[in-house]
């Protein structure tokens, strides 16, 4: 009797655990895929699709659309890895964004030390990285780019990290060099939650004077 009541006892411990590590085991592909039916506020998952490459650790990748105002539409990218460190890491953008690939040389850096990783567009498709014409008399985008995207994008990519792991996340770094150092600077003061360390490079801090040089040198130059 009293090795029925301990081996029910254990079994009683035990299933629960084994539920708990199940649901925080890395992910199978079709958990991956089922990622495109999360729910997130004003967010649309748009693919979720594992990814397996020779020169980087199999993740999980996952494009999602924040729309948080009608002219508002900020693109976020993240790469969920199989065997997860428990860190997040924002990546910044360039120029005028408007696309995700500008990020990702950063993200297989965070990918290969096991990071979550995230970039986004900056909210302003179709502008590019060198024409932000697409952005005029869209105030709302100017905002997003200015002011928002990677705080969306680094609250839409936790969120997702979350559904995906079961976990939350133990720590966050964000990285990016000129629009990316002026992402990192934003973040720094007006999200400082966000991310417990914040590395930029170059960034632009002055953009009137920086577009009247720029200005200023093609005039002295071509005209």
């Known amino acids: 009797m009293r090795k029925d009541a301990r081996t ?7 299933i629960p655990a084994l539920f708990a590590f199940v649901l925080a085991s890395p992910c199978e592909a079709t958990r991956c895929e089922d990622l495109l039916n999360l729910k997130l506020p004003d967010t649309v998952v748009k693919s979720a699709e594992p990814v397996t490459r ?3 650790p199999a993740y999980c990748r996952v494009v999602a659309s924040v729309k948080g105002s009608p002219d508002s539409d900020i693109a976020v990218e993240i790469w969920l890895p199989d065997k997860w460190t428990g860190v997040f890491h924002g990546n910044g953008n360039g120029g005028f964004g408007g696309s995700l690939a500008a990020g990702y040389a950063g993200m297989e850096g965070g990918l ?3 990071y979550a990783s995230a ?3 900056t909210g302003t498709a179709p502008a590019t990285s060198l024409n932000g014409d697409p952005l005029i ?3 709302q985008k100017w905002k997003d780019w200015g002011m928002l995207s990677t705080h969306v994008m680094t609250v839409t990519g936790k969120a997702i990290a979350r559904a995906y792991y079961s976990s939350e996340t133990k720590r966050s770094y964000y990285s990016g060099c000129s629009t990316g150092g002026q992402q990192g600077l934003i973040e ?4 400082p939650e966000d991310y417990d360390g914040i590395l930029v490079g170059a960034p632009v801090i002055n953009r009137t004077w920086g577009h009247a040089v720029a200005v200023w040198n093609y005039s002295s130059a071509n005209l």
């Not at 720094?188 to 999200?191: C, D, K, R």
Request: no cysteine.
């Open 119 to 121: 970039t986004t567009d």
């Open 188 to 191: 720094a003061q007006y999200y």
């Open 137 to 139: 008399d869209h105030p």
């Open 8 to 14: 029910t006892r254990l079994l009683r411990v035990s």
């Open 112 to 114: 290969r030390r096991g």
């Open 54 to 56: 020779p020169d980087l």
